[in-house]
């Protein structure tokens, strides 16, 4: 990370912490305000950005009676499919394995449309989102908005979750403001986060990911400690809680419910990056329709809701994980406002997600229903438990019987974060660097992972590895650990020192 990234270094050892993150049970933390008003999060680029003069009117071409000459969108009578057909593998869903697109709906996915996505797609996650985390609709100017801390809340679509995310950090920050990150943290908002010039405050991981105990440290502390105190205080809060990305960690609910309280006493917004939420390995003995899941951030901030408002979440998703990757489709849930400043960097930029793949996912989501897709979900999951149990079975035998790396057995996601025995390539330090051991050796000795530098938020050194057991062909996996030991064990030999037992 070069120095542009802005990244106060209040963390020690900003990677991997020491697993007692929770705050003590008699915690408490106290608002101050019993409403959100997201309006307020906005950033300047969002409050200078101006409407589209044509995409601003499309929701009147829907009017009764309206004659449009508004748009210059193509006539379909000259597009050039009459139809598509969609061929389902026979154990997507029991009934037929074909679904046809065709009429308007094949219109609308080869047409210009809404900015944010295929109308009837927005609609079926909306509901997916009301029958999941328990909130009720609520739309500007209904019964319900402001009623017992209720903020109007909608759904919107983009070109993959990471298309809304990068969209999102852009409509609240502005040049100097702090963002507060896990680290280890998804590598891909990092670039971001470093071109709006925003300044990031990492915050250490256990193995439930964030911890809210330095968290609240770090917030508690931010006027005296000399990496925060000329900082603004931080606008927002990002997590992967359910098998990050990379660290394989899940939050617990009550760790989840700790946060949310420090969001809500410091007053700043959380983007829950969650696309592996539907990939949680617990449970899936159960009936997939029926069984609890666990909370989402967006669904906790519905308790209490009376005394702290709603409003302060924005929840995003994807269906690469467990649609298609290709399909480039990922929605974000959320505070009218925000999410309309989503749209309006859209509206500016690529125009709309995809109409196709959106009537794609939306044809097949409408056959499944909410049922059918969470039956899918759960085999997608035990698909990637059976990979895991496997992966992990290799791990223990090659890497941790010859004690080079240890790790926390993942309960979702796809990876497995490895802290890798390593020689000090420093004086005075207690734990190597994996960054040219793997780039380097590791790629010569015939096996690819990530550094775990990639994802430390401050470029700090890091003795972690990210690995992925998703498409790896499990006859392949051990052989892949065999090289990798083989590679730590040369670093101890070159190092001429012997290699100590991991704590």
């Known amino acids: 990370m070069t120095p542009s990234a802005q990244v106060a270094n209040v963390d020690p050892n900003p990677y991997f912490g020491d697993k007692v993150g929770d705050l003590a049970s008699t915690s408490e933390t106290y608002p101050k305000a019993s409403r959100v008003d997201p309006a307020r999060f906005l950033s300047q680029v969002s409050h200078d950005r101006p409407a589209s003069a044509i995409r601003s009117l499309f929701p009147a071409e829907l009017i009764p009676g309206m004659l449009s000459l508004l748009a210059g969108k193509p006539n379909p009578d000259t597009f050039p499919f009459e139809s598509l057909s969609l061929n389902l593998k026979p154990e997507a869903e029991a009934g037929p394995t074909q679904l046809n697109i065709q009429g308007e709906d094949l219109v609308s996915a080869l047409q210009y449309g809404a900015t944010s996505g295929i109308p009837k797609l927005v609609q079926w996650i909306t509901e997916l989102q009301v029958h999941m985390h328990k909130r009720e609709a609520v739309t500007p100017g209904s019964k319900l908005d402001g009623v017992a801390g209720r903020t109007p809340w ?46 990031i405050v990492p915050v250490t991981s256990d193995d439930q990911g964030m911890m809210s105990s330095r968290l609240a440290e770090i917030l508690a502390n931010w006027e005296t400690d000399p990496q925060t105190a000329s900082l603004a205080r931080p606008k927002c809060l990002y997590t992967t809680p359910t098998g990050a990305n990379p660290a394989g960690t899940t939050a617990s609910d009550e760790r989840k419910r700790q946060i949310l309280a420090l969001a809500r006493q410091y007053d700043f917004l959380v983007l829950e990056d969650d696309p592996y939420y539907y990939l949680h390995f617990e449970g899936l003995d159960q009936d997939a329709v029926t069984r609890p899941r666990c909370r989402s951030y967006w669904s906790l901030e519905e308790e209490h809701r009376e005394r702290w408002g709603t409003g302060r979440v924005i929840r995003f998703e994807s269906f690469s994980k467990i649609l298609a990757a290709g399909l480039r489709l990922g929605f974000a849930t959320g505070p009218n406002e925000i999410l309309d400043a989503v749209d309006a960097n859209t509206a500016m930029s690529n125009l709309q997600p995809s109409g196709l793949a959106g009537v794609v996912a939306y044809t097949l989501l409408n056959y499944w229903g909410i049922p059918g897709f969470l039956r899918h979900v759960d085999n997608v999951a035990r698909y990637y438990a059976k990979r895991r149990d496997n992966f992990e079975a290799k791990a223990n035998k090659v890497l941790g019987a010859a004690g080079v790396a240890q790790w926390v057995t993942p309960v979702a996601g796809m990876f497995l974060w490895l802290r890798l025995n390593l020689p000090p390539t420093g004086q005075g330090e ?11 050796k590791a790629k010569a000795a015939g096996v690819l992972a990530v550094p775990g530098v990639a994802f430390i938020p401050d470029g700090s050194k890091s003795c972690y590895v990210r690995t992925s057991f998703s498409i790896i062909a499990e006859d392949d996996v051990e052989e892949a650990f065999n090289r990798l030991r083989n590679v730590v064990l040369d670093a101890w030999k070159d190092a001429g020192k012997p290699m100590p037992e991991l704590a």
């Open 430 to 440: 207690s734990e190597g660097d994996s960054f040219a051991l793997i780039s380097d």
């Open 154 to 199: 909608r759904v919107t679509t983009g070109n993959g979750s990471q298309d809304l995310l990068n969209k999102t950090f852009d409509a609240l920050l502005n040049p100097g403001d702090v963002i507060l990150v896990e680290s280890p943290a998804y590598t891909g908002i990092l670039p971001s986060l470093v071109m709006i010039k925003a300044n």
